[in-house]
């Protein structure tokens, strides 16, 4: 996280990439205002595939920061985050398993029910994590 800037100022990126990678940012800065306060806002969008087997994986973030200057010797900043993030998780290896990769490099989650419990429980909808975290 970067503190906010002295300068006016803002950024805007967009990238894309393979297996369905795409990503928007975007970052506004106050400058250094004539109270002493700077801050910045932020925030970003990243989508993509799995590279291996069914699911796919998207990230929400915003950040926030405050800095305010109290004479020559004191700063006061502030800092915070959410981040929402959703993913398919990958179907984990043995260690007999990850000897062969060869073998298992593409080993994934079932992708559909065939009605068996001990077999649909691998099925890769059933493992979906989500995490949604904030801190100041």
Do not use: C
Not at 1 to 6: N, S
């Amino acid at each position: 996280m970067l503190a906010p800037k002295q300068e006016f100022g803002g950024t805007i990126s967009q990238g894309a990439g393979s297996d369905g990678f795409w990503r928007t940012s975007v970052r506004v800065d106050s400058g250094l205002l004539s109270t002493g306060t700077a801050f910045f806002v932020s925030g970003s969008w990243t989508e993509a595939n799995k590279w291996k087997g069914d699911g796919d994986a998207s990230r929400k973030n915003v950040m926030f920061g405050v800095s305010q200057k109290l004479g020559d010797n004191l700063d006061i900043k502030v800092y915070g985050v959410h981040n929402d993030q959703q993913a398919y998780s990958y179907l984990p290896l043995t260690y007999a398993q990850t000897t062969m990769m060869f073998a298992y490099a593409w080993a994934d989650y079932n992708t559909q029910l065939v009605g068996r419990p001990k077999i649909d429980n691998n099925e890769y909808l059933f493992n979906q994590t989500r995490y949604a975290n904030n801190a100041i």
